[in-house]
């Protein structure tokens, strides 16, 4: 079960800056990869720093992350401490997106949250066999991750 945990991270340049999330997530799925390309793509200037749980600096600033668990779903480190994990985080990345802030409000809707957890978990679940047949599709194998 994917929980919401508040911490109060070390003082870094990450928490100089007020208004920046942290979105951490698998460096080596390129899948993983693929969405944080299209975040940035599509992120109001400055919303996050992104981070892969590959890193070790990861944990060491926000011990309440288990690596594990950053392997399983994206994390999202809110200025305020609060880590929102899995589907928890999609609401929020979608009110820090130019063009797609609209969406963000579909989850304020009776079942949107029940539906949005069991999606994002059969998405996690089968991320890597997604991967593997869209390479056949496109061509595209092994592709390094873009961080």
């Known amino acids: 079960m994917l929980f919401?945990?508040?911490?109060?991270?070390?003082?870094?340049?990450?928490?100089?800056n007020k208004k920046q999330a942290m979105l951490i997530c698998?460096?080596?799925?390129?899948?993983?990869s693929g969405v944080i390309a299209w975040i940035k793509k599509n992120e109001k200037e400055n919303s996050f720093v992104m981070l892969p749980c590959?890193?070790?600096?990861?944990?060491?600033?926000?011990?309440?992350?288990?690596?594990?668990?950053c392997?399983?779903?994206?994390?999202?480190?809110?200025?305020?401490?609060?880590?929102?994990?899995?589907?928890?985080?999609?609401?929020?990345?979608?009110?820090?997106?130019?063009r797609y802030r609209f969406l963000a409000l579909f989850f304020t809707l009776p079942g949107s949250?029940?539906?949005?957890?069991?999606a994002y978990r059969w998405f996690a679940d089968q991320r890597y066999k997604l991967v593997t047949i869209l390479s056949y599709f496109t061509g595209k194998r092994n592709k390094q991750?873009?961080?």
Do not use: Y
Not at 26 to 32: A, H, I, K
Not at 54 to 69: V, W
Not at 76 to 96: F, H, K, M, S
Not at 113 to 118: E, P
């Open 4 to 16: 919401c945990v508040e911490i109060v991270p070390q003082e870094d340049e990450f928490m100089k």
């Open 26 to 32: 698998d460096g080596s799925c390129s899948l993983c």
């Open 54 to 69: 590959q890193m070790e600096e990861t944990f060491s600033q926000f011990p309440g992350i288990e690596r594990m668990g």
């Open 71 to 98: 392997l399983n779903a994206i994390h999202l480190v809110l200025p305020n401490g609060t880590i929102l994990v899995g589907e928890q985080a999609i609401p929020e990345v979608l009110e820090r997106l130019r």
């Open 113 to 118: 949250q029940t539906m949005l957890r069991i």
């Open 145 to 147: 991750p873009h961080w």
